[in-house]
């Protein structure tokens, strides 16, 4: 059994490990440490207590102020992580529900956010409205916290959304999900890709990732797309484009990656080829519809952890990769370098909040950040 110093000496490895190949947040690090620009600034941030976010914290806490971190999800807390931060003289908050984690937070009396979710600002608004005044900023980093917020008339502080730029669409969801995706299904079932046939649903960056990490990997691609324009672009891109029926009868593999509920039911596997593999890319845990399947199965096995096969009523087997979760997800599989880009864009965010007069509401990401942030990424890509 190991000790929490250990797990926090293996979390600083792996941290080391990460930024020895993709330099983009000590970059950033160098800049503030000279610079201090949350000097004597208190700042809270609500975020998933991965490795990547300790990678982050680090570098963050180069430039002044004091930190305060509350953990967004008790599923992707890494103990190493939390260890590692404590003891760098971090309070980080992971116990108990998560109004009183954000709570304990808040009574730091923080003047910057940064949140995934909008939780931790609901929080303050709905229980801290005196803390309100003294909010310069906040930065919301997910696609549900930016509905949240908007949801909201009439937010009394400036708040950052870093999900809508041009940088997480291009990067994240087309290159980070297509790399990731592949590389989690080679690992769980041990399949050579190359020379079978996979049918990707949804063709948006989600899906154009999927296609084109597919055929780099040597498998012959279809694209099942809905909207008429989509599935043109990925005719011109050399993909056919069947109905998920005709894909179906031939795929040995589907993904779909479209943020719609149910794209593929047990009534749609009636078509299936035998000996079909199944997995999502999307949204959430219900684009395949798993509970459908387990009803219509007339035998079920667990071939392996993620990997369960039913046979249907037509005899056709078909294999499920983690029950419908976003399986580059369910796997952590893929390069960080995603995700280390979007947190220089965080940092970048924080930093422009830091030191800019900004008006109240929601702040679209500036051009100028952006920039910045793919510059950093290029400098640490391709150093001269
Ligand atoms: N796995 C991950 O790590 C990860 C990362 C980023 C985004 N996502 C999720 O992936 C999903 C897709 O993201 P995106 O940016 O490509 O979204 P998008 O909305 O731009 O594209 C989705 C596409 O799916 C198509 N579609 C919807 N229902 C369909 C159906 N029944 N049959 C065929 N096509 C259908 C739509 O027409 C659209 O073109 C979203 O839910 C997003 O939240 C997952």
Redesign the pocket.
């Known amino acids: 059994m190991s000790t929490a110093d250990d797990r926090a000496l293996k979390a600083e490895a792996e941290i080391g490990r990460i930024n020895a190949f993709f330099p983009i947040l000590p970059r950033l690090g160098n800049r503030w440490a000279a610079s201090r620009p949350w000097e004597g600034r208190v700042l809270a941030l609500n975020l998933h207590l991965t490795t990547l976010t300790g990678a982050l914290i680090q570098e963050l806490s180069l430039g002044g102020g004091t930190f305060l971190v509350s953990a967004a999800n008790p599923a992707t807390t890494d103990p190493g992580t939390v260890q590692f931060l404590r003891n760098q003289g971090i309070e980080v908050y992971t116990g108990g529900d998560m109004e009183d984690r954000h709570q304990q937070v808040l009574n730091h009396r923080p003047s910057m956010l940064v949140d995934v979710g909008f939780d931790l600002i609901h929080a303050l608004l709905e229980k801290r409205p005196d803390l309100v005044p003294q909010i310069t900023g906040a930065v919301e980093v997910t696609?549900s916290g930016i509905t949240r917020l908007r949801q909201r008339k009439n937010l009394p502080f400036p708040m950052m959304n870093i999900n809508d730029g041009r940088l997480k669409?291009a990067v994240?969801?087309?290159h980070?999900?297509g790399e990731?995706?592949w590389q989690a299904v080679s690992r769980l079932t041990g399949m050579h890709l190359s020379g079978r046939r996979a049918a990707v649903?949804?063709?948006?960056?989600?899906?154009?990732g999927l296609a084109a990490y597919a055929r780099a990997a040597g498998l012959n691609v279809e694209v099942?797309?809905?909207?008429p324009v989509?599935r043109l672009f990925a005719h011109y891109d050399g993909f056919p484009t069947p109905s998920?029926s005709e894909a179906l009868s031939r795929a040995h593999l589907l993904v779909t990656?479209?943020?719609?509920r149910h794209?593929v039911t047990a009534a749609d596997l009636g078509s299936a080829r035998d000996g079909l593999v199944l997995a999502?890319?999307?949204?959430?845990g219900d684009?395949i519809d798993v509970h459908g399947i387990q009803r219509a199965a007339i035998r079920v096995d667990q071939i392996a952890e993620h990997v369960v096969r039913y046979r249907l009523d037509s005899n056709a087997r078909v294999t499920l990769l983690g029950n419908g979760h976003?399986?580059?997800?369910v796997l952590n599989s893929g390069s960080p370098e995603p995700v280390l880009l979007q947190f220089a864009v965080l940092g970048l965010a924080l930093e422009y909040l830091a030191t800019q007069s900004v008006a109240p509401g929601e702040l679209l990401v500036p051009d100028a950040i952006e920039d910045a942030a793919a510059a950093l990424a290029l400098e640490s890509l391709e150093p001269s």
Do not use: K, M, Q
């Open positions: 696609r669409n994240e969801n087309r980070g999900v990731a995706f649903v949804g063709y948006g960056p989600v899906g154009r099942v797309e809905r909207d989509r998920l990656g479209t943020g719609a794209v999502n890319a999307g949204h959430g684009e976003p399986l580059n997800i």
